[in-house]
């Protein structure tokens, strides 16, 4: 298989990666957001829109700044994962370990 072009691909889309930048840090701006998802300024603010519109986040404005707050009761919009809501990607993805005792 040498020499053939690799094709590159991931299992999260953009939309994910952002939602899931956002539940890290609800105070991120859209270039963090952008380049955390190695995606444009514009593309992200496409996304935070589109996922406002679904009811997934809403924004807030605070000062100069957006606060957005995720809705982890959503529930995921492709059919053969609608049964499942979003917080179960959340706590993958977002779970910090605690500190563990040193045995």
Not at 39 to 55: K, N, P, R, S, Y
């Amino acid at each position: 298989m040498e020499g053939e072009a690799t094709r590159h691909w991931t299992f999260l889309t953009n939309h994910a990666r952002v939602l899931l930048g956002i539940a890290r840090n609800p105070q991120a701006r859209l270039r963090d957001m952008a380049a955390t998802a190695g995606i444009t300024e514009h593309a992200a603010q496409t996304i935070v829109t589109d996922l406002e519109a679904a009811g997934y986040l809403t924004r807030t404005r605070v000062g100069r700044r957006n606060h957005y707050t995720v809705d982890p009761s959503r529930r995921f919009r492709h059919p053969a994962e609608a049964d499942h809501r979003i917080e179960g990607l959340f706590s993958l993805f977002t779970h910090r370990e605690e500190s563990r005792d040193p045995e």
